[in-house]
């Protein structure tokens, strides 16, 4: 038998006899590394353990601490719960089962209708499955094979899913006793392998997602190498449910939605407050960075979408309606007012850049099973901008807008990853442009010494995109702010400058948002917060309470006065038990509380008692008043 040559991550190279298994390689290095090994990499492609290798190439030996184990680990504990509810439900047919980011979920049509007290019992036939160790054995098979055993199996679902895979492509099996599936792989050599898991939710899923497909039963789980990542996993499963900010925003009074405008939010005086805080803040900024603000209409001709392109890649989205026989459209994003704008007057050079902001309330049609709270609805408002630059110019304005976004995520205490988002199959223009669009944005992340995640093929049909992902308290991502570099726009409405020499030009225009959805950005503080927001944002930033209604004077005195010096006061003056109120003040997470008696009329003083603190201390009020101010001021 020839042997092959395997190449080690260090570079050594050994000769092996060709069908040598990840698992004999790892062997061959120690015993303590065969006991480790989960999978392999061969030639940078995820391998079983056990798959033989028939040729030359680089092997990395994968252990559970590997960047990809935890997938591996989720994606066989995915099929043993396939198994377990075949084994306790009988006739079910598999859809598809992807290890998603926290976890992973398979899709299946069973004639039970399954709810959370099942969970427990599919929990126990899976723990049954991991303690029979069965081998994982990963075949190979040719279309008609595959075709053959999942009609025998009566099993609709994966027959659709064969008849579109493309001619030539591997089909693959993975079994595990009497269990079989269509898989890709990779998976662990043995369902003993698996430590900790843990099933989460029963839900309705359209099968492969489109609402004209039959629903489906969806259980989603998770799983990890050890109980207490698990553990610590459920523990921050559960504090995200308090922190839910549809439940915090109906409990604090921030915003309600209505069955007569499915995903608009309505906000309420107390969200309205924080809307007004986050918009006021931005533009601060913005003016700073030499923004102009502007404002452009709802509703435009269509015409006006077909010459932008919205028409031919964004129509499914968009909300249409006739006025005078002529048909309009509510505007999805703010670019073509923008242009509309740069247009209505001749432009210098000397001009440029020109810096241009909206605050501007778009709506996007979203199907009514993807809208939920504030992260996903069907009208937001933008913060919007589009920076018109000549070519020269587009490094150093897209630094300035990254020198932004750095300033404001680091406000709210968000930390943020960066992602490069490369050109999309369906896009506009030529490849000379996205060449060029795309070395300037590559070039800019080298310069700042920023890391960045490549994203190829995800960028905007008009230009590729740099996208800046920011991390809540409990460690979850989220896309927020993006900077989109365009040269299709410009084209599209015949953009031109008068240059240097005298002649016309075109400009480059780069997209820009921070928040991104201001309406999204909002869901995602109340739970990055806890609802508990920072003073500078609260609602309400301090609540006077009167021991008794001898002190309601001295009390409403105090509020007038810090009302006067802008602070959001209220006073709590009902006839109820002093410790009621304070409790009351507590849920509704207001920054301070400060209660007022004898002691605190006779020496002008408060008793301050701040949200989280258990301790209170009585100060002259004119001190606290001046904490106060600076506290808002440098919004700490």
Same mark, same amino acid.
């Given at each position: ?102 976890? =992973? &979920?398979?899709?299946?049509? !069973? %004639?039970?209708? @399954? *709810?959370?007290?099942?969970? +427990? /019992? ?101 799983? =990890? &190498?050890?109980?207490?990542? !698990? %553990?610590?996993? @459920? *523990?921050?499963?559960?504090? +995200? /449910? ?395």
């Amino acid at each position: 038998m020839a042997n092959i040559r395997i190449t080690f991550p260090d570079g050594a190279v050994r000769e092996y006899p060709s069908g040598v298994t990840v698992e004999d390689i790892a062997a061959s290095v120690s015993p303590g590394l065969k006991k480790q090994a989960i999978a392999g990499k061969f030639n940078s492609q995820l391998v079983d353990l056990r798959r033989p290798l028939h040729e030359d190439g680089t092997v990395s030996i994968l252990k559970e601490d590997a960047p990809e184990a935890l997938e591996i680990l989720r994606h066989t504990t995915t099929h043993v719960m396939a198994q377990a509810v075949k084994r306790l439900y009988g006739k079910v047919k598999l859809g598809v089962g992807p290890v998603i980011e926290e976890g =992973f &979920y398979y899709d299946m049509d !069973l %004639e039970t209708s @399954l *709810n959370q007290d099942d969970l +427990a /019992k599919i929990e126990k036939e899976m723990q049954k499955i991991i303690d029979e160790n069965l081998e994982i054995k990963r075949e190979v098979v040719t279309r008609e094979e595959a075709i053959a055993l999942f009609t025998e199996m009566g099993d609709n679902l994966k027959l659709e899913l064969i008849r579109d895979i493309p001619e030539g492509e591997t089909l693959t099996l993975y079994r595990q006793g009497e269990f079989v599936d269509l898989c890709r792989g990779p998976h662990l050599p043995s369902t003993g392998k698996i430590k900790a898991f843990k099933l989460l939710s029963v839900a309705g899923a359209y099968w492969r997602g489109n609402s004209e497909n039959q629903m489906l039963q969806r259980i989603y789980g998770t799983a =990890f &190498y050890s109980k207490k990542e !698990l %553990e610590e996993h @459920l *523990n921050r499963i559960e504090e +995200a /449910k308090k922190r839910d900010h549809r439940k915090l925003g109906k409990e604090l009074e921030l915003f309600m939605f209505s069955e007569e405008a499915p995903g608009m939010p309505f906000y309420l005086p107390y969200g309205m407050i924080v809307r007004n805080e986050l918009e006021n803040f931005s533009r601060k900024l913005q003016t700073k960075h030499g923004y102009q603000e502007v404002r452009t209409p709802l509703m435009m001709n269509r015409r006006l979408w077909e010459q932008s392109g919205h028409w031919d890649h964004y129509h499914e989205n968009m909300y249409f309606t006739n006025v005078d026989d002529v048909p309009f459209a509510l505007k999805p994003m703010n670019c073509p007012g923008h242009m509309l704008i740069f247009k209505s007057k001749l432009r210098s050079y000397r001009d440029l850049p020109i810096r241009m902001a909206e605050f501007g309330q778009v709506h996007r049609h979203e199907l009514s099973g993807a809208l939920s709270g504030m992260t996903r609805v069907r009208t937001f408002v933008q913060d919007d901008a589009h920076i018109f630059v000549m070519p020269s110019q587009i490094e150093s304005e897209i630094k300035g807008v990254i020198k932004l976004i750095d300033e404001m995520y680091q406000t709210f205490g968000f930390t943020y990853e960066v992602e490069l988002s490369t050109r999309p199959e369906d896009s506009m223009g030529s490849d000379e442009l996205w060449e060029q669009a795309e070395a300037s944005l590559s070039n800019v992340l080298h310069d700042l010494n920023l890391d960045y995640k490549l994203n190829e093929g995800d960028g905007a049909f008009y230009g590729p995109k740099i996208d800046f992902h920011i991390k809540d308290a409990l460690g979850r991502s989220y896309q927020c702010g993006t900077v989109q570099l365009d040269f299709q726009m410009p084209e599209k409405f015949d953009l031109t400058y008068i240059d240097d020499k005298n002649e016309k030009a075109r400009p480059v225009v780069i997209h820009r948002a921070i928040y991104g959805s201001i309406d999204r950005f909002f869901g995602i503080l109340i739970e990055h917060f806890g609802g508990a927001f920072p003073t500078w944002l609260a609602p309400v930033q301090v609540k006077v309470i009167p021991v008794a209604s001898a002190h309601h004077d001295y009390a409403q005195r105090i509020a007038d006065d810090l009302q006067q010096s802008l602070i959001r006061v209220e006073v709590d003056d009902r006839d109820e038990k002093l410790g009621y109120k304070i409790r009351e003040a507590q849920t509704m997470k207001i920054p301070y509380m400060l209660v007022v008696g004898d002691k605190e009329r006779e020496q002008n003083a408060v008793n301050v008692r701040k949200y989280g603190e258990s301790d209170s201390k009585t100060v002259a009020f004119n001190d606290f008043k001046e904490s106060l101010l600076n506290e808002i001021k440098e919004k700490k």
